[in-house]
């Protein structure tokens, strides 16, 4: 079963309006979605994923409820581009929720899981050629080394990655298990044990083999131009990579630029555009985190454009 990290408070943030038109950026098994739609007799959601299982349950279960509605198999990298094909130059919302969907998880063979054995895949979109395998065992030292350590944060990448490269002299690496049992001796088990590099090695490989965080910043930027005055923003991260990244774009647009700063009169072209509703984070419920601990680690964002 599916989960909607945050699913209630999401929805609260949006300020849906019968009327408006809104984009769920990561539609996933259409938990938000299915809310969206309830509230929008009047008006048009559309929803992007890059995985075509996601889209053809999820587009059953939409049209249970209405039809104002399109699905569309892609990344939100391609957000702009692809409302303009359907017409859509402005938005009254948008949700991002950027934690991997249950069903992808618990699929073993799409080989997210550090603790089930299935090919190094890693994949939103199957329709791609590129996997984690190809990382692994085609990367330089140096990359494999700077990927572990910049999207993973861990403190041990340069000895990972020399296990990695090491191992592959006699054999290609192929399956998730595999790889595990490369970084827990690269590390010892005493470091493995206590810190669980592999999880953070993975997160690495996914947001390397899907491009995770150029496309969040570019759909970002993009979606902080499409929308309406009053229309929201809303996005739920799962690691500090993201929430960074968010909070950054965030900022950029809300405050007034350091040149301006005590001027009388600002010109129009430098105003801050959004404001942000919570100064900090939203974080889940003790009984959201006690019912589904995957949304442990969640926060939630909002903005509104002025």
Same mark, same amino acid.
């Not at 059953?60 to 509605?69: A, D, G």
């Not at 493995?192 to 999880?199: S, T």
């Given at each position: 079963m599916h989960?909607?990290?945050? +699913? $209630? @408070?999401?929805?609260?943030? /949006?300020?849906?309006? #019968?009327?408006?038109?809104?984009?769920?950026?990561? /539609?996933g098994y259409a938990g938000h979605s299915e809310e969206i739609l309830k509230r929008i007799e009047k008006g048009f959601l559309f929803a992007f994923d890059a995985d075509t299982e996601a889209i053809e349950y999820s587009h059953? &279960?939409? =049209?249970?409820?209405?039809?104002?509605?399109k699905l569309i198999h892609s990344n939100f990298i391609n957000l702009k581009e692809e409302l303009a094909k359907n017409k859509c130059f402005k938005i009254d919302g948008i949700l991002f929720d950027l934690g991997l969907?249950?069903?992808?998880?618990?699929?073993?063979? %799409?080989?997210?899981?550090?603790? &089930?054995?299935?090919?190094?895949?890693? %994949?939103?979109?199957?329709?791609?050629?590129?996997?984690?395998?190809?990382?692994?065992?085609?990367?330089? !030292?140096?990359?494999?080394?700077q990927i572990f350590y910049l999207y993973g #944060?861990? $403190?041990?990448? !340069?000895?990972?990655?020399?296990?990695?490269?090491?191992?592959?002299?006699?054999? +290609?690496?192929e399956t998730t298990l595999e790889l595990v049992d490369i970084i827990k001796s690269s590390?010892?088990?005493?470091?493995?044990? $206590?810190?669980?590099? #592999?999880?953070?090695?993975?997160?690495? /490989?996914?947001? @390397?083999?899907n491009g995770e965080l150029e496309a969040l910043k570019k759909a970002l930027n993009d979606a902080i131009l499409m929308l309406n005055p009053k229309g929201r923003i809303v996005v739920i991260t799962f690691h500090s990579l993201e929430d960074r990244i968010v909070k950054n774009i965030f900022k950029k647009y809300s405050e007034v630029d350091d040149i301006f700063k005590g001027m009388p009169s600002i010109p129009e072209e430098y105003k801050p555009i959004i404001k942000i509703?919570?100064?900090?984070?939203? /974080?889940? =419920?003790? @009984?959201?985190?006690?019912?589904? =601990? %995957?949304?442990?680690?969640?926060?939630? %964002?909002?903005i509104e454009r002025i």
């Open positions: 989960y909607s990290v945050m +699913k $209630k @408070e999401a929805i609260a943030a /949006l300020n849906i309006k #019968e009327s408006g038109v809104y984009v769920d950026a990561t /539609l059953h &279960q939409l =049209s249970l409820i209405n039809s104002n509605f969907s249950s069903p992808e998880i618990d699929n073993k063979e %799409r080989g997210f899981s550090f603790m &089930q054995d299935a090919p190094l895949d890693m %994949r939103m979109d199957k329709t791609k050629n590129f996997t984690a395998k190809d990382i692994v065992n085609t990367y330089s !030292k140096n990359d494999l080394s #944060e861990e $403190k041990r990448s !340069k000895e990972i990655a020399s296990g990695i490269i090491n191992y592959r002299e006699s054999k +290609k690496i590390v010892g088990a005493n470091y493995f044990y $206590k810190n669980h590099p #592999e999880r953070v090695i993975f997160q690495a /490989l996914r947001i @390397e083999v509703i919570n100064k900090k984070p939203l /974080l889940p =419920s003790p @009984e959201e985190i006690n019912e589904n =601990s %995957r949304s442990k680690s969640a926060k939630m %964002r909002v």
